[in-house]
């Protein structure tokens, strides 16, 4: 015993000063994430203005961190809730008339179905801020609706086949791919734009940090649309056939599109290639879903098989089973999988980062054939559009509660609407940062050899020609009177700024380095040390 | 002098080719001429020392015998010896001793003594580059012998070394001898030239240009004769010096009528002249005046100006120092006006009026009292009063009348001020000629005072002298220390003297003196030159020096010497020399008798100055040495104390005298002319050697500088030591070992697909499971890439497997090793799985994967083979051998029949360790459980394949032996059963294995795998780099015969392949077979990347850190957003930018150091400059109000 107690004193003291220190362990979280990687080592700079600037920069860092961790404390008052199940309960039992008599009035109202017959399926979208809903109905029906007040803001009637609806940067402009081209419409629901580049459109999206419209359709291209400016930035060809499954990351801006021979391919504007391509199924792709952090892929197959990826590495996580191939699939701002097909909806709860064994919400069509769903973004509510009209589910614990005013605002004013949508183009990011890792961007990215050559071989022929139009003028101009004006003293200074026989000269400092270089070594090498006897100096190099 | 430090090399060659030319110019009146550069020549006209001038040397031979000579016929160009000449070897090296350089050292070393006496003079390296270009020649002295000879070689042409160097030092000889006027030497000397056939002692350049060209007579002088231009060499006759042009001679030529015309004029010439002739002879000539020095070229007087000014605006730069720092280290500079930074009291009206008498100070509250007791308190009760007094005393009419008056007066004063005001402003054209007026009167004024007094010294040393002089003058101009106007000493003066500690005091003192001296050098300049008889002029001027002179040490010397000379009877009062007057007022007897007293008198005096000046040097010793000699600086005041004493003392004797002593007062006066000032060390040495040193002197001074200075140069060449060569420290490189892990512990192994799979399907249909659940979860271990044919062999696809999986793989082994559930388990793999199982095999890879997590239910099929290099120990139903595929275990039915049946009787055969919550997980399984059940009855039909579980386990079950496994699985399903029937949508769909076996069917053809692999192989190849591969047509350019691949070829294509192998496996997708990660290079998104870290950073990863931090609103705090993304300079909008103050409160605490100051700059995010002005403490209130 009298052994025994020393170490364990000294294990309590560890753990009393320990538990000191130790600080929630989601803050510590938080605060790590906040903190970005380590920081600068000052100490291997030598440069002692740049050491300077830094500190004082590391400085303001920590300081921001530090309230940023604290500020993040205040800023996420509401937690996320989920349904929990007691004793045999499973939530997949729950039917969602249960689940709406138990949730409050305000929830409950969010669960509903809306019977449109006649010009289904219908095909839906939410605005970033979830507040309205664009419907798309398949023989010509679009709608745009303040859907929680149950306000019908728009309502048009096309008259042709509409394929997929989008909306642009907020709900004052939307886009539908009808039966040949791709149409824009105002609010008022009226069309603006016909977009007659492209025809035959299957599916849209929209790229809101870039203002960028894609579409694919029949001709398997890819168009990338600047809505600010209404150039189209690039098209690419897939070379894959008819595509209409097409997401993007949200992460990296990257496009995704699920191909019929089982590939998936990710796209930039600046590639003409598809920057990944891989192949995930069987069959052909029936539908694609990214999680927000765009950390996560799920695919679904006409094999019937579901498979989460990990998109940073790209490589699969899980493989999941359906017993008929799952048509349609979306992920929830907090990670939520619903999968769906025929008349059936499933949701899946933490099935992206671990396998899950069960689903979460079980959902069954009263009538009608499924034809897409969205979850809402900062509502507990999955959007269907089937063949029959538009219905509602509630899926508590789907959206962020927590809402930043600088991302989306679900209870923007007109003002701050307008207000975010200039600052929204004065954030605008260029099509070109579009890359597969985006944190590249502003870092040192060496380039390969040939294309430094061939960059250093323009700058030169730049260089060389700028130089010689220069001295045409210089010599056009050539007049003895004037000869020292001002002006003529600074051209005359202006023109030295390249000097054609500075490479010239620097590379044979080089070369004449280099040389000294060697021969001073040669001469270390051949020397011959003062104690070496005089018999063995024979064998030293002269 | 740094010159040749820097490249010893060099200045030893050109110091080689000096002295070979100096060889020649040894030769006495031909030196140089011929090698000497212009600067040189230029020089030497300038010394007095004109024996040694070359041109003395020119003959007056007349123009015929030149051309005679020209046009002669030569018989013979050799040099012929005479007939008595005695050759006799002299070694070159012994040609000349070390004696023979002390005694000929000014031949040797000539240009070292000048640099030396420059040096000595304090003056820097540059100025001596300046004065004289062959500063390089300094290393002569070091190597003569063999280089000098050679040299000698060289010029001498045919003539023997030894030969010449006799020339030489017979030369030499003549010169020495010169100067005593030996007759030996003069014989010797013609003999010589006799001999050599050079006219008048031609020498050996002479010589040599005789030999060389035959009109070398005709070129001689730089100028041509004239009467401006005269041969010194004709007037050699009279002067001291020979070949020097005196006054003398100049007014020897005078007759008695003229000389006493010229009157006063002459006398002064006469006087110059004695001080010439003095200067070059016995004594320094007291009532001579010396000659102006020539002022210092422009050049090198500029020169000292600008060194001065450098200095001073050095010191006045530095004290900006820390601001500056601050400034350019500040992230932020905020510029406001600096209006409300200057307090607003600037009238001492309002400094009364702010002025609160305080409670503490007993006076100013007794005062204030007093002042309020009678009303007085304010100047308005007061004016108030006064004005009810005035107003009481008038009428009405008389006090409007006063009001009036008061009124007009006031405006009047007005619109004066105003008048002045704007006069005052007003610069007219007249008020500027007036200045330049005044500007050129004053500096004709300063040109006559300096064309007196001076006189000739060491030529060195005085203009040594001179440049110093030039540099305290322009020092004192800049700082006008002497005026006692900086506001420190203002204040101190108006501080009173009573306050003034010692140390102020002295400073003080020490500027009136600057000032009193700088008058006296004026005024007694004027005196001297005006009339040297009066008395009055010379004794104020004396009188002036009271004040002391800067000079230290040899003050008292110099004091202590004139009184020596009084008391000799000597000095200025000596009346009975020939400094006697002979005419005039002095010369009248009662003066003569009066002058006699006043020089007794004076001897007394003297005495008296002796004594104190010994008690005071006495004691001056003792506090010296009290004081260690550290404290340097108070020793020196207390000489300066003395001095000044001392200098009183002067004064005295000068004043009772009636003339300056002239060793004290004197010297700085004698050697500079209007220049000098200060009168520095070096200038009172000149004088002395002046006073002191004749001809013969300043050759011997020159012999010690020489040998100084080469001793000197030993020394520091012998200091130069070889540099020996740091150690370099090998650099041990330590080779990493990489020890790779055996596989076989964790070898996750899935078996290829089964046939028999398809038999599931039937199970499936047949227990009607139609759960319709859309998914189930395939509950495999590793991620099963459906996609990815799984050979027998593909480990790479197992280890990736086994990577991703792991986990997942214990959650299944776990679930396996569950007794309860392992058969329903297992069933329901089977139900899922039998619809993917058919035919087609298309889902091997899904099948295998999910009978791995079957694991030890023994429902997965084993691999065939599994590689290992050594045997690790049995496995049950493998046998280790070696065969087909190596050495390895194989797959043996009959020996995984019996380990099979070994492992099945256990009921948790594999399930030894896993974790509770996990069965607990496992027993929520729902769908699954019901599939299980409903083809648990087929199960023991089917026909049983074995599949291998997951490594951990290790233990493989088989479907042979798992019949107990069965029974009690079937009983745990039985169990189940009530829960699962809950679960109705878990159910299979109604057509899904209809329709899955379908669409099996219908994809059976499609390879997509194949394709993709062709696809990517495509890009792959596509995107390899493009080394180019050396290639021969067959046929072309070799013999039919000879097709064969050469060598070199072959090395080159698979130097080739190599590359493009490497440039695959460097590939991101290299170990990715369903992914093609294109490579390409993204041009467009290149503008957003760095080639490499942009300059100041010398690292990537430094700079990329740097960047880590987003800068943008979303994510940063407000405060810290404004700190990151503040512009550099900060401005209100129409303030004006001020000029940087100098504040000397900002600038102190700027500059504080120490870790806390520090900390608190660094911590500053904003820096006000408020009026041009660094605010000391301000910059974290400036926050608030920017933004």
């Known amino acids: 015993m009298a052994e025994d107690e020393p170490p364990r004193q000294a294990g309590e003291g560890k753990t009393s000063k320990k538990r000191k220190k130790v600080r929630d362990p989601e803050a510590e979280e938080t605060a790590k994430r906040l903190k970005r990687g380590p920081a600068v080592d000052l100490k291997s700079i030598t440069d002692k203005k740049l050491k300077g600037k830094l500190k004082r920069t590391e400085a303001v860092f920590a300081s921001s961190q530090k309230k940023a961790a604290q500020i993040n404390e205040w800023l996420l008052p509401a937690s996320a809730g989920t349904l929990e199940a007691e004793g045999i309960e499973r939530t997949w039992n729950f039917k969602q008339e249960a689940i709406v008599q138990a949730v409050d009035v305000s929830a409950a109202a969010k669960a509903f179905d809306l019977s449109l017959p006649e010009l289904g399926p219908y095909n839906l979208t939410f605005t970033r801020n979830g507040r309205y809903m664009l419907l798309g109905g398949r023989l010509g029906h679009l709608a745009l609706m303040d859907w929680q007040r149950s306000h019908l803001v728009c309502e048009v009637q096309v008259k042709e086949a509409v394929r997929d609806v989008a909306f642009l940067h907020n709900e004052t402009f939307f886009a539908a791919a009808q039966k040949k081209y791709v149409y824009i419409y105002d609010k008022r629901g009226l069309e603006v734009h016909c977009l007659r580049d492209y025809t035959d459109v299957h599916a849209l999206d929209f790229l809101p940090h870039h203002f960028l419209l894609t579409s694919i359709g029949e001709h398997g291209v890819l168009r990338y649309q600047d809505t600010s400016t209404g150039h189209i930035v690039a098209q690419h060809k897939t070379k894959l056939g008819p595509c209409d499954v097409m997401r993007h990351n949200p992460h990296n801006g990257v496009t995704l599109l699920g191909h019929s021979r089982g590939c998936v391919t990710m796209w930039t504007p600046n590639l003409t290639t598809a920057a990944v391509k891989m192949l995930c199924h069987k069959g052909p792709v029936k539908a694609l879903a990214l999680d927000p952090s765009g950390t996560y892929l799920a695919t679904a197959g006409v094999d019937s098989q579901i498979k989460v990826w990990d998109v940073r590495m790209l490589r699969p996580l899980h493989a999941y089973y359906s017993h008929a191939p799952v048509t349609h699939m979306d992920i929830s701002q907090r990670g939520l999988l619903a999968v769906g097909y025929g008349r059936k909806v499933q949701v899946w709860q933490d099935a992206l980062r671990s396998k899950a064994q069960s689903p979460y919400l079980t959902h069954h069509l009263p009538e009608g054939v499924l034809e897409t769903f969205r979850f809402c973004p900062f509502e507990d509510v999955l959007g269907i559009g089937h063949s029959a009209g538009i219905s509602t589910m509630l899926v508590p614990g789907a959206g962020e509660p927590n809402f930043d005013t600088f991302v989306a605002n679900p209870f923007q004013t007109v003002k701050q609407r307008q207000q975010q949508e200039v600052v929204a183009l004065l954030d605008k990011l260029q099509p070109d940062t579009i890359v597969l890792d985006p944190d590249t961007i502003g870092r040192v990215r060496k380039e390969p050899a040939d294309v430094a050559r061939e960059r250093r071989s323009e700058e030169t022929a730049a260089n060389a020609a700028r130089l010689a139009a220069m001295r045409r003028e210089a010599e056009a101009k050539a007049k003895m009177k004037g000869k020292n004006k001002p002006s003529r003293r600074h051209r005359k200074k202006q023109s030295n700024i390249i000097e054609d026989r500075k490479p010239t000269i620097k590379e044979r400092q080089k070369e004449e380095a280099t040389r000294k270089k060697e021969a001073a070594q040669k001469k270390a090498e051949t020397a011959i040390p003062e104690d070496a006897p005089r018999a063995v100096r024979r064998f030293y190099k002269q | ?1187």
């Open chain 2, 1 to 1187: 002098m740094a010159r040749p430090r820097s490249n010893n090399k060099v200045s030893k060659q050109r110091a080689g080719a000096g002295s070979g030319k100096r060889k020649l110019g040894d030769a006495p009146h031909a030196g140089g001429a011929g090698s000497r550069p212009a600067k040189q020549s230029r020089r030497e006209s300038r010394s007095k020392r004109v024996a040694q001038d070359v041109y003395e040397a020119e003959d007056s031979d007349p123009d015929e015998v030149k051309h005679s000579e020209r046009f002669d016929k030569v018989d013979n160009y050799e040099y012929e010896l005479p007939s008595d000449f005695e050759d006799e070897e002299i070694d070159e090296e012994l040609a000349f001793t070390e004696e023979d350089k002390k005694k000929f050292g000014a031949w040797f070393g000539k240009e070292v003594s000048s640099d030396e006496g420059e040096e000595g003079a304090g003056i820097g390296d540059d100025d001596g580059e300046d004065w004289d270009d062959d500063d390089e020649g300094e290393g002569a002295d070091d190597d003569d012998g063999a280089g000098e000879a050679d040299d000698d070689d060289l010029l001498l042409g045919d003539d023997d070394d030894a030969d010449g160097d006799i020339d030489g030092l017979e030369d030499e000889d003549d010169e020495g001898g010169d100067s005593d006027g030996d007759e030996d030497d003069e014989r010797h000397r013609a003999m010589l030239e006799d001999i050599l056939g050079a006219a008048d002692g031609g020498g050996g350049g002479a010589r040599k240009r005789a030999c060389r060209d035959p009109n070398a007579a005709v070129v001689s002088e730089a100028y041509p004769e004239s009467e401006y231009n005269l041969n010194p060499g004709a007037a050699s006759a009279g002067g001291a010096v020979a070949g020097t042009l005196s006054i003398a001679d100049l007014l020897q030529g005078l007759t008695g009528e003229e000389r006493r015309k010229l009157g006063a004029a002459r006398r002064l010439l006469e006087k110059v002249a004695g001080a010439g002739g003095a200067g070059a002879g016995a004594d320094g000539g007291k009532g001579a005046i010396r000659p102006v020095a020539v002022p210092l070229p422009s050049v090198v007087a500029e020169r000292q100006e600008r060194k001065a000014g450098y200095e001073a605006a050095a010191e006045d730069v530095t004290k900006w120092q820390s601001i500056v720092k601050a400034n350019r280290e500040a992230p932020t500079l905020r510029l406001v006006s600096g209006r409300n930074e200057v307090s607003r009291v600037s009238t001492t009206a309002a400094l009364v009026a702010q002025h609160v008498p305080s409670a503490d100070n007993a006076l100013e509250a007794e005062v204030a009292a007093l002042l309020e007791a009678a009303g007085a308190d304010s100047t308005k009760t007061i004016e108030e009063a006064e004005e009810q007094l005035a107003l009481k005393a008038l009428s009405l009419e008389e006090a409007k009348e006063r009001r009036e008056r008061l009124a007009k007066m006031r405006s009047l004063l007005f619109y004066h001020e105003l008048k002045a005001r704007r006069l005052k402003a007003i610069k007219s054209k007249e008020y500027h000629r007036h200045l330049a007026r005044a500007a050129k009167r004053k500096a004709t004024k300063l040109a006559a005072l300096g064309a007196e007094g001076g006189g000739e010294g060491d030529v060195d040393a005085e203009r040594a002298a001179a440049i110093e002089a030039e540099y305290q003058r322009a020092k004192e101009r800049l700082t006008q220390r002497h005026r006692n106007s900086s506001r420190w000493a203002r204040r101190a003066l108006k501080r009173g003297q009573l306050q003034v500690d010692a140390g102020t005091k002295a400073a003080l003192a020490e500027q009136l003196q600057l000032g009193q001296q700088l008058k006296r050098k004026i005024e007694g300049k004027k005196g001297s030159g005006d009339s040297d008889d009066d008395d009055s002029d010379a004794s104020t001027s004396a009188s002036d020096d009271e004040g002391g002179e800067g000079n230290g040490a040899d003050k008292p010397n110099r004091v202590r010497s004139a009184a020596l000379e009084l008391l000799a009877g000597g000095g200025p009062l000596d009346l009975d020399g020939e400094n006697a007057p002979k005419k005039g007022l002095l010369a009248l007897p009662f003066m003569k008798r009066a002058m006699e007293r006043r020089k007794l008198q004076a001897q007394q005096e003297a005495e008296q100055l002796l004594k104190e000046l010994d008690e005071q040097e006495h004691l001056r010793q003792q506090e010296d040495e009290e004081e260690d000699g550290g404290g340097g600086g108070d020793a020196a005041r207390q000489a300066a104390d003395g001095k000044g004493e001392a200098g009183g003392g002067a004064g005295l004797l000068a004043a009772l005298v009636g003339y300056g002593v002239p060793g004290a007062a004197g010297t700085a006066v004698a050697v500079g002319g209007r220049r000098k000032f200060g009168g520095g060390g070096a200038a009172a040495a000149a004088a002395a050697a002046a006073a002191n040193g004749g001809d013969d002197d300043d050759v011997s001074d020159l012999d010690s500088d020489d040998a100084e200075d080469a001793e000197a140069k030993a020394e520091r060449l012998g200091r130069r030591t070889k540099e020996s060569a740091a150690a370099v420290a090998a650099a041990a490189s330590q080779a990493a070992g990489r020890g790779k892990k055996g596989r076989k512990g964790a070898v996750a192994v899935t078996a290829p697909p089964t046939a028999a799979d398809e038999a599931d399907l039937d199970a499936a249909i047949a227990a009607g499971a139609a759960g319709r659940g859309l998914l189930v979860a395939s509950s495999d271990a590793g991620v099963d890439l459906g996609v990815v044919r799984q050979d027998g062999g593909a480990d790479d696809a197992d280890a990736e497997r086994r990577k991703s999986g792991h986990a997942a793989s214990t959650r299944a082994g776990g679930k396996a090793g569950k007794g309860k559930d392992i058969l329903g388990e297992v069933a329901a793999q089977q139900a899922s799985l039998a619809a993917g199982g058919g035919r087609a095999a298309l889902f091997e890879g899904a099948a295998g994967a999910a009978a791995a997590a079957g694991g030890a239910a023994g429902v997965g099929a084993p691999p065939k083979f599994i590689a290992a290099k050594t045997f690790g120990g049995a496995r049950s139903g493998y046998v280790f051998k070696k065969g087909a595929q190596g050495l390895g275990y194989y797959w043996d039915a009959k020996a995984a029949a019996a380990a099979g049946q070994l492992a099945g009787a256990g009921p948790g055969a594999g399930g030894a360790g896993k974790d509770k919550s996990q069965q607990q997980q496992q027993r929520k399984d729902d769908g699954v459980k019901i599939a299980g059940t409903t083809t648990q009855k087929q199960q023991p039909q089917q026909q049983q394949q074995s599949k291998k579980g997951k490594q951990q386990q290790q233990a493989e079950a088989v479907a042979n032996g798992a019949a107990a496994a069965t029974a009690a699985a079937a009983a745990a399903g039985a169990g189940d059963d009530d829960e699962e029937e809950d679960a109705p949508m878990m159910r299979p769909a109604d057509t899904g294995a209809g329709q899955r076996d379908l669409i099996r069917q219908a994809f059976a053809g499609d390879d997509v795998e194949a394709e993709f692999a062709e696809e990517k192989a495509a890009a792959v190849a596509a995107e390899l780099p493009n080394v180019e591969e050396p290639s021969a047509l067959p046929g072309w350019g070799a013999w039919a015969a000879q097709q064969r691949n050469p060598r070199w070829m072959q090395a080159a294509k698979d130097k080739a392949a190599k590359i493009r192998a490497d440039a695959a496996a460097g590939r991101k997708d290299a170990n990715l077979k369903y992914v093609v990660v294109s490579e390409k290079w993204d041009k467009k998104a290149a503008k957003y990347t760095a080639p490499t870290a942009p300059f100041p950073f010398t690292n990537q990863e430094t700079y990329e850190r740097s960047l880590r931090q987003p800068l943008g609103r979303d994510f940063n705090p407000d405060a810290a957003f404004r700190d990151l993304t503040r512009p550099a300079v900060l401005k209100q909008s129409g303030v004006t930018i001020a000029p940087l103050r100098y504040s000397e409160p900002a600038a102190k605490q700027l500059g504080k150091r120490g870790r806390k100051a520090e900390a608190e700059r660094e911590g500053r995010r904003v820096m006000t400059v408020a009026g041009g002005m660094v605010r000391a403490g301000g910059g974290g209130g400036g926050k608030k109000k920017q933004q």
